[in-house]
């Protein structure tokens, strides 16, 4: 329980001092988690990357499901929230800008199986969106999945152009109410 308390207590803090980075007032609920994971083929991905990892909520979930072979990059600009998940997940290879992805780090271009992002793309101005999406396409093999939550429908147009957009899941239960994007990479 303390953990818990802690982790919503440094993200709270986090956002605050950036909230057009941070996007939330607390972490994802374990409804938007499980929403967010659903969409992946766990014994077939062997390469993913999550964005926006902060606290990692998310992460540890990762950790759980993916295959022993599976390799890992979590991007996270924050510096104080990347250490602290360097040092939970050490395994993984950490990165703080999400805009390089696709220029051959982590992976090479057209390699990546899953990308699961928590960036509030909606919160940054319109040349920073594009850029990371389009790295975020770079990056995708053909037919990889792309999953992503906003508060609102305002992404969708925006998806729907560089992605097969397979699926809009609302969901309800989290602090606000979540939109779950799955893309899939044509």
Partial sequence: MKNLFTERTLFFTKFLQSPGNIGSVLPS????????????????TRTLVELGAGTGVLTRHIQEQIHPNCRVAVFEQD?????????????????SRAEELGSG?????GQVDCVLSSLPFFN??????????EAIFRS???????V??????????ELSRL????????????????????CQKP
Wanted: aromatic content about 16%.
């Fill in 79 to 95: 510096p104080e929230l990347r250490e602290k998940l360097r040092q939970t997940f050490p395994r993984y290879r950490h990165y």
């Fill in 140 to 146: 995708l093999k053909k037919g990889g999945i792309f």
């Fill in 163 to 182: 992605f097969h957009l397979k699926d809009v899941r609302f969901v309800p239960l989290n602090i606000p109410c979540a939109f779950v994007y799955v």
């Fill in 148 to 157: 992503t939550y906003q508060y609102s429908l305002q992404m969708k147009r």
């Fill in 105 to 109: 780090e982590p992976f090479p271009p």
């Fill in 124 to 133: 940054f101005p319109p040349e920073k969106r594009e850029i990371i999406l």
């Fill in 29 to 44: 609920s374990r409804f938007l988690v499980q929403a967010m994971l659903k969409p992946v083929d766990w014994q077939q």
